[in-house]
């Protein structure tokens, strides 16, 4: 008996984890994937809430490193309050309304972006691109959209 209620509280507590898992949002999965610029821009956008809504999303996120390349004092200067405009058009570029896949985005030129300008998609012998940025994760599934994961803050023109 003692084994058999051992094996039912794991399968449960794999069952919660599981779901859990499932139900984490673009914000949250963007934490757990380590995207921890990315979400300080998202919060000083006041875009939380936006990101944990229905949806679904695609998100193009900039990896910490990708934000790293920006120019000394870019990043600080875009996180201050009165840049919050600025940094709402860039971070809205990153992101495209519907949930699109890699298997998708493959076959697409381009992609209007939630901030309404184009973002350009190729695919390359080096994989695929949006804009000048090659996605290096790609599939991160979340419970109202995906995340690829990019190495190039992308800007829109």
Not at 51 to 74: M, R, S
Not at 103 to 127: F, P, Q, Y
């Amino acid at each position: 008996m003692k084994t058999e209620s051992t094996v039912l509280l794991a399968g449960a507590f794999a069952l919660a984890l599981t779901s859990v898992a499932y139900a984490a949002d673009i914000v949250d999965t963007a934490v757990a994937g380590k995207f921890n610029t990315l979400v300080a821009a998202v919060k000083a956008a006041d875009l939380v809430d936006t990101l944990k809504g229905p949806g679904p999303f695609t998100v193009f996120a900039p990896t910490d490193e990708a934000f790293a390349k920006l120019p000394a004092g870019t990043l600080e200067t875009l996180l201050k309050p009165e840049n919050k405009v600025k940094l709402e058009s860039i971070l809205t570029y990153h992101v495209v309304a519907g949930k699109v896949m890699a298997r998708d985005a493959v076959k697409l030129s381009s992609a209007k972006s939630v901030e309404g300008h184009s973002i350009a998609i190729k695919t390359t012998d080096g994989g695929v691109m949006v804009n000048d940025a090659h996605v290096i994760h790609s599939d991160i599934e979340a419970s109202n959209g995906v995340i690829h994961g990019i190495d190039t803050v992308i800007l829109p023109e």
